[in-house]
């Protein structure tokens, strides 16, 4: 596999189209936003440039990466020739679908076509396309450059060549991979989310603050980073919607969101993207 093209220019397209020009793909990032594609460079850059000033890429191998990243915003021509196509959009089922649908007959009947869904059925996706044994899930974390996780989400339909293949370019990326069948939260987000709900309610009964809260799982269980700063990481308004779906599906009641992220999410207080949510947070460069 040589070339891969990403769709969507947000948080996770754009770390997702690092990733892979930093692993030697020659990678397009497309979004219908012009405006998302200049944030994404600038984001990019500053990820790269924080790497070359930590000693971590030599200026060099930034120059080589960058030469193997293009942008455009036409996705006709941006997923041109991809041998995998990672759509990294919004995460809605009916826009995903659309989107799939357009995707089949612009690339290869031999291209693997991802979703980085982190909840919706990657079933339902693949059946917008002609040829949904070649659509599997591609789930990244955020952020996608340093996170090392990638949950390899596979439909009945999916055939074990195209999981092969996405598992060698996991690897190539230097992530590692988790192969799960297509249910309800996967075994990542059906797990972090009960976690951070939880965590949620603790903070709503005045049983901890944020902080005492987040150490607890940090120093106690060894856990990088807590439950309710990952949440504000992911985006409130994302944990949010996969509570609620994951509440329809599967009808437990640790599923169901608890009024302090409601409310939150009502306010636009989203966590890191907003600057604030559990906690306060600056406003990038």
């Known amino acids: 596999m040589r070339r891969i093209a990403v769709v969507g220019a947000g948080t996770m397209g754009h770390g997702i189209a690092q990733v ?15 405006e998302a594609l200049d944030t994404a460079v600038r984001r990019i850059n500053d990820n790269l440039e924080g790497a070359v000033a930590r000693g971590k890429l030599t200026r060099e191998a930034l120059h080589t990466l960058r030469n193997r990243l293009g942008i455009d915003p036409e996705l006709e021509h941006a997923v041109a020739g991809a041998e995998l196509v990672i759509e990294a959009i919004v995460e809605d089922l009916d826009a995903k679908r659309a989107l799939f649908r357009r ?5 290869a009947p031999e291209a693997i076509l991802a979703t980085n869904t982190s909840s919706l059925s990657v ?29 390899i989400v596979v439909p009945d339909r999916t055939n074990r060549e195209s ?8 690897t190539r990326m230097g992530k590692q991979s988790i192969v799960v069948q297509d249910s309800p ?29 987040d150490q607890a799982m940090e120093l106690g269980y060894g856990h990088p980073m807590g439950p309710l700063k990952v949440s504000d990481l992911v985006g409130l308004d994302v944990r949010l919607a ?6 329809r599906q599967l009808g437990d009641a640790h599923y169901r969101p608890p009024e302090i992220l ?24």
Not at 275 to 285: L, V
């Open 242 to 247: 996969i509570a609620e779906q994951l509440h």
């Open 163 to 170: 999981v092969e293949r996405v598992r060698e370019v996991v």
């Open 123 to 151: 079933t339902a996706i693949a059946a917008a396309t002609r040829v949904p044994e070649r659509v599997l899930g591609m789930h990244f974390f955020n952020p996608v450059h340093i996170m090392k996780l990638i949950e």
């Open 262 to 285: 409601r409310h939150k999410v009502a306010a636009g207080e989203l966590g890191k993207k907003t600057g604030k949510g559990f906690y306060e947070w600056p406003a990038e460069k």
């Open 20 to 34: 892979a020009a930093g692993a030697g793909y020659e990678t397009m990032l497309t979004d219908a936003c012009e």
């Open 103 to 107: 995707l089949d007959p612009l690339v």
């Open 185 to 213: 939260g996967f075994a990542s987000s059906r797990l972090g989310v009960v976690l951070g709900l939880e965590a949620m309610r603790m903070l709503e009964a005045g049983v901890a603050s944020a902080e005492d809260i």
